[in-house]
């Protein structure tokens, strides 16, 4: 089975995407990853501040923020290897890794406009 783990810095909620600053590159990445699940792919996410244990279980981990410090998270492993640190990988890469089509992995705006000022 493929697999995508990925060690986030730490962040309000298990995904970043909450509060009222949402940063769109964790919004992207979470829709990318939900996608990649529904795909089969088996997805990890862990947290510095809410899954600390994690990180001190994970030699490689362990290691790297040891070296590089917290401000190198994110550290992303694909089927178990090391893809990237300091930032999460673009749709197209993950679609190349995991051989599917990148347009899957977008984020689709609603077709449907609601007007607020008719209610």
Sequence with gaps: MSSIT????????????CGPSVD??????????HKLEAEGVDVKRYNLANDPAHFVQNEQVKELLQTKGADALPFVFINGQLETTGHYPA??????H?????????????KLKIDLKSI
């Design 6 to 17: 990925i060690f986030d810095p730490a962040m309000c909620c298990s995904t970043g995407v």
């Design 24 to 33: 769109p590159e964790l919004t992207r990445i979470a829709s990318a990853l």
């Design 91 to 96: 749709n197209q890469e993950l679609a190349n």
């Design 98 to 110: 995991f051989s599917i089509d990148p347009k899957q992995l977008e984020i689709k705006k609603p």
